[in-house]
């Protein structure tokens, strides 16, 4: 069983820059595909970002230029980088994991999940 832990949110101004670290644990962590979904309050939980079990990465249209995925094999960890941050990106953000290495936007094809770490950004 695969098990993610994230860390690593906070309270910051916009503007402000914030790094989110996910570490797996269980698993074959290299094989995986990794990403980063975000839920507001009163929304539906939205894809933000994913790499591959290679480099390839994906980006959701509304964090693309600002947030920047990446991991780190011998350590199982996942990070998001997130710089020029806005109100608008605060919610919980879970990191998940595919048993296959290609990256997906639909969360239905991922298996395994954190339980999310906050991030609030103030105005």
């Known amino acids: 069983q695969v098990q993610l832990v994230e860390s690593g949110g906070g309270l910051v101004q916009a503007g402000d820059s914030l790094s989110l670290s996910c570490a797996a644990s269980?698993?074959?962590?290299?094989?995986?595909?990794m990403g980063w979904f975000r839920q507001a309050p009163g929304k539906e939980r939205e894809f933000v970002a994913a790499?591959?079990?290679?480099?390839?990465?994906d980006y959701g249209d509304s964090v693309k230029g600002r947030f920047t995925i990446s991991r780190t094999n011998a350590d199982n960890t996942v990070y998001l980088q997130m710089n020029s941050l806005k109100p608008e990106d605060t919610g919980v953000y879970h990191c998940?994991?595919?048993?296959?290495?290609?990256?997906?936007?639909?969360?239905?094809?991922?298996?395994?999940w954190g339980l999310g770490t906050q991030v609030t950004v103030s105005s």
């Open positions: 790499v591959s079990s290679g480099v390839m990465t």
């Open positions: 998940a994991a595919r048993r296959v290495g290609r990256t997906s936007r639909d969360q239905s094809n991922y298996a395994y």
């Open positions: 269980g698993g074959t962590f290299s094989n995986y595909a």
